[in-house]
């Protein structure tokens, strides 16, 4: 790449370059084809080779010298260890005999442990594989090319016309399931309740009081944020308002999940929470909308996604296996272990992969990190930390869930039903004295009050097209939005999807300004928007009455500077720039 | 060292094995070797050194092969094993997932041919992007201006230009993917 176009893609490469293209359409356009190399392999080789052989012939005459000095000193060795093994044979002998009067015997748990599946790493047969034999040319030993057992492509053939191969036994570094011992399911009210005994009992171990529960229709908007992804609409509210029914929180929570009419909406829902959310760059959306529509088996959809996504080991650990292996690639650090990265890695080849979705899907790492995976969409924040050993305080919790979530055939609308229902999840946002120290950064959260949380930026479209009554487009200008924005951003990104649920300013109005979301525009704001518009109040006084409008508080500094920036740059329609003000602090609001 | 191809026979259903002398050997891969190593982030210069490595690595004894496509995934299994263990030597940064996806991406597009089909995919897409994305890719990367000088040609800000040309290889990208799928 030439100078300056490293210094252009320099900025952000991993973001900013994709070196794929790069590379070819600088053959494309700048004409770096692929140059001759021939003649210098040619001489290199020679010159290696001639390298090794006079390393051969020193290496003869050193081992000549040293046979000869040896030969003196053979003849008193040999005597010494005679002598040497003659006294070892007498103590091993000395030793059985002593240890045979005393009863010499396994006991019974010895011979438990000799006989159960030990967890070893083994690794496979003796015969070096491509990767191994690779690794060793490029330390500079020589090796014998791969034969035709361990090419990759036949390899691969191979397991591809060979389905359901049983596991080898080298595939025993997840360790042995706790969860293998099948339980009948509980009922939903108890596994709620013991979920809610553990918070209670750790929240008054540790003199905390939790926050207050939500009123009602607060409740109720969270769970439908949390399980279809949009606020409920008049009819819903009033509807639930109305019933005096003392279950209609849990029939309600049963009703969004399993109920035919709103099925469509909980499929797209969780189909872009697996996508954007849950699995990261691991996720296929073919696979994951399947999934969801067709309640394809848990270990089924973890084996697809293992199986056929492009992504390297770190995303499967961490999203899959909610391990985080990062610095592991490298070197042992705060419990990312680099063997274990190591051993992982050599399994996820083309010719094993198979093999080894079919383990990660059997895991107990996997089932549970599903479970902190779902928890973290409704709460913010995982239940127990990113460790393959969690001594946390709520493991129990995680460990309830996880079983009951296997006994229950793996059924991840009953695993949402359970946690929507918890009074964990009815706690509001309040801070006091009493709960203050509960925090997430404190790196054990005990959700004794709602952490922050934004919404998904589709989320709150969803719920603005929900509740409009009409639509109409305010855009009266020709200027593209995105450039418009970078204009006056300098650190905005365009086309980046936040990559979690706390988008920045820009990135919101960016995203709401996409074509769709255009047309969507709140009518019952309009008149609101229109009369700010249209008064005398300078841009900073318009902003600050948005803002104070659409989240009763008046903006931070930040908040206000951005805002009079976007109305700066909408000067020509300033009705425009109040409706992406509306929208930006919407989205921020809960 | 040079010798005529033989074949070897070996047992039933077994692939043949095909002794290849190097010239022959480096004939065939060199160019798909170098534009692997080119796509992992190797400057040209580094590359022609890589891939000189690679070729002597494996040329110590006499190479047979059983596959061309095996014999691809080899050299590009060790090339890709010498540029990290150089990239670590040099002290620099490897961010080994970004890596594995480009060496995933690489045997999924362009293992079968030495990238000679993403290559001429590539020029289609081109001529497929709109006028200004493509103004852009040819400024930066047929008469390597600056971003800058970009942005100037087309009378848009250096982060609008930044954002073009981002987006055109992102459509050149997925434009390359569909193709070839």
């Given at each position: 790449m030439s100078q300056k176009g490293e210094d252009i893609d320099n900025e952000n490469p991993k973001v900013d370059s994709d070196p794929l293209i790069d590379s070819l359409l600088e053959e494309c356009l700048g004409g770096l084809t692929p140059p001759d190399l021939s003649s210098q392999i040619i001489a290199r080789l020679r010159k290696a080779e001639k390298a090794n052989e006079q390393t051969l012939v020193s290496t003869r005459r050193t081992t000549h010298a040293r046979q000869y000095k040896s030969t003196r000193t053979n003849r008193f060795l040999t005597i010494s260890v005679i002598v040497a093994t003659l006294a070892v044979v007498t103590s091993v002998v000395g030793f059985v005999a002593w240890k045979h009067g005393n009863g010499f015997a396994l006991t019974q748990n010895e011979t438990a442990q000799v006989d159960d599946v030990s967890v070893v790493d083994e690794k496979p047969a003796d015969t070096?594989?491509?990767?191994?034999?690779?690794?060793?040319?490029?330390?500079?030993?020589?090796?014998?090319?791969?034969?035709?057992?361990?090419?990759?492509?036949?390899?691969?053939?191979?397991?591809?016309?060979?389905?359901?191969?049983?596991?080898?036994?080298?595939?025993?570094?997840?360790?042995?399931?706790?969860?293998?011992?099948?339980?009948?399911?509980?009922?939903?009210?108890?596994?709620?309740?013991?979920?809610?005994?553990?918070?209670?009992?750790?929240?008054?171990?540790?003199?905390?009081?939790?926050?207050?529960?939500?009123?009602?229709?607060?409740?109720?908007?969270?769970?439908?944020?949390?399980?279809?992804?949009?606020?409920?609409?008049?009819?819903?509210?009033?509807?639930?308002?109305?019933?005096?029914?003392?279950?209609?929180?849990?029939?309600?929570?049963?009703?969004?999940?399993?109920?035919?009419?709103?099925?469509?909406?909980?499929?797209?829902?969780?189909?872009?929470?697996?996508?954007?959310?849950?699995?990261?760059?691991?996720a296929s959306k073919p696979i994951i909308a399947?999934?969801?529509?067709?309640?394809?088996?848990?270990?089924?959809?973890?084996?697809?996604?293992?199986?056929?996504?492009?992504?390297?080991?770190?995303?499967?650990?961490?999203?899959?296996?909610?391990?985080?292996?990062?610095?592991?690639?490298?070197?042992?650090?705060?419990?990312?272990?680099?063997?274990?990265?190591?051993?992982?890695?050599?399994?996820?080849?083309?010719?094993?992969?198979?093999?080894?979705?079919?383990?990660?899907?059997?895991?107990?790492?996997?089932?549970?990190?599903?479970?902190?995976?779902?928890?973290?969409?409704?709460?913010?924040?995982?239940?127990?930390?990113?460790?393959?050993?969690?001594?946390?305080?709520?493991?129990p919790v995680l460990d309830r869930l996880t079983q009951e979530f296997i006994a229950a055939d793996h059924d991840p609308k009953k695993l949402i039903q359970w946690i929507a229902m918890t009074e964990v999840f009815s706690l509001s946002a309040e801070v006091t004295r009493s709960n203050e120290t509960d925090s997430v950064v404190s790196g054990e959260p005990l959700f004794s009050r709602q952490y922050t949380q934004s919404w998904f930026a589709t989320s709150v479209e969803?719920?603005?097209?929900?509740?409009?009554?009409?639509?109409?487009?305010?855009?009266?200008?020709?200027?593209?939005?995105?450039?418009?924005?970078?204009?006056?951003?300098?650190?905005?990104?365009?086309?980046?999807?936040?990559?979690?649920?706390?988008?920045?300013?820009?990135?919101?109005?960016?995203?709401?300004?996409?074509?769709?979301?255009?047309?969507?525009?709140l009518v019952d704001h309009r008149d609101m928007l229109e009369h700010i518009a249209l008064s005398k109040l300078s841009r900073r006084e318009k902003a600050e009455h948005v803002i104070l409008a659409v989240t009763g508080r008046r903006p931070t500094p930040k908040e206000l500077s951005s805002a009079v920036e976007i109305l700066r740059s909408q000067a020509s329609n300033e009705l425009l720039g109040l409706r992406d003000i509306w929208w930006a602090a919407a989205m921020g609001h809960h | 060292?040079?010798?005529?191809?033989?074949?070897?026979?070996?047992?039933?259903?077994?692939?043949?094995?095909?002794?290849?002398?190097?010239?022959?050997?480096?004939?065939?891969?060199?160019?798909?070797?170098?534009?692997?190593?080119?796509?992992?982030?190797?400057?040209?210069?580094?590359?022609?050194?890589?891939?000189?490595?690679?070729?002597?690595?494996?040329?110590?004894?006499?190479?047979?092969?059983?596959?061309?496509?095996?014999?691809?995934?080899?050299?590009?299994?060790?090339?890709?094993?010498?540029?990290?263990?150089v990239r670590r030597r040099e002290g620099r940064v490897v961010l080994m997932e970004q890596i594995q996806e480009i060496d995933q991406s690489w045997t999924k597009l362009a293992s079968d041919d030495h990238g000679e089909r993403i290559l001429d995919t590539l020029k289609t897409c081109l001529e497929l992007l709109t006028e200004r994305s493509r103004w852009a890719i040819e400024m930066r990367f047929r008469d390597q201006l600056s971003r800058a000088e970009i942005a100037a040609a087309l009378e848009i800000t250096e982060n609008g230009a930044k954002n073009l040309m981002q987006r055109a290889k992102k459509q050149l990208r997925d434009c390359v993917e569909g193709k070839i799928k």
């Open positions: 070096p594989t491509a990767d191994e034999m690779a690794a060793e040319v490029a330390d500079g030993a020589a090796v014998d090319p791969p034969d035709e057992t361990v090419s990759s492509e036949s390899i691969a053939s191979q397991s591809a016309s060979e389905p359901g191969t049983s596991e080898p036994e080298s595939f025993v570094f997840f360790g042995e399931s706790q969860y293998a011992k099948s339980i009948e399911p509980s009922s939903a009210e108890a596994i709620v309740n013991f979920v809610d005994d553990v918070f209670q009992k750790q929240w008054s171990t540790r003199q905390i009081e939790p926050a207050s529960a939500w009123p009602e229709n607060e409740w109720l908007e969270r769970v439908y944020v949390r399980v279809l992804g949009r606020s409920p609409d008049p009819s819903e509210l009033a509807s639930f308002a109305k019933s005096k029914d003392p279950n209609k929180r849990p029939d309600l929570i049963r009703t969004l999940v399993e109920s035919p009419e709103y099925s469509a909406e909980f499929v797209a829902h969780w189909t872009n929470v697996f996508q954007t959310r849950l699995l990261g760059d691991v399947s999934a969801v529509e067709q309640d394809v088996p848990f270990p089924r959809l973890v084996q697809s996604l293992v199986k056929e996504s492009q992504s390297g080991l770190v995303s499967i650990c961490r999203n899959i296996l909610g391990e985080r292996l990062e610095c592991a690639q490298c070197h042992d650090n705060q419990g990312q272990s680099a063997e274990r990265y190591a051993q992982l890695a050599t399994w996820l080849r083309p010719e094993t992969r198979s093999q080894f979705s079919e383990a990660v899907a059997r895991s107990d790492e996997a089932h549970q990190a599903f479970v902190n995976n779902i928890w973290q969409h409704f709460f913010g924040h995982r239940l127990t930390p990113w460790s393959r050993q969690s001594d946390s305080a709520l493991q969803e719920s603005l097209a929900k509740v409009a009554t009409s639509s109409f487009d305010l855009m009266g200008v020709d200027a593209d939005p995105i450039e418009t924005i970078a204009s006056v951003a300098p650190d905005f990104k365009a086309d980046v999807v936040p990559e979690n649920d706390q988008p920045d300013f820009w990135s919101t109005i960016a995203l709401m300004n996409r074509d769709a979301g255009r047309s969507r525009i | 060292m040079s010798s005529s191809a033989s074949k070897t026979t070996s047992g039933q259903g077994k692939p043949q094995a095909e002794t290849l002398t190097p010239e022959e050997l480096i004939e065939t891969y060199q160019a798909g070797v170098w534009r692997y190593l080119r796509s992992l982030g190797c400057s040209p210069a580094e590359a022609d050194d890589l891939t000189q490595d690679t070729f002597v690595s494996i040329l110590m004894k006499p190479f047979e092969q059983y596959s061309s496509a095996a014999t691809a995934g080899y050299l590009r299994r060790v090339a890709f094993n010498r540029f990290i263990s």
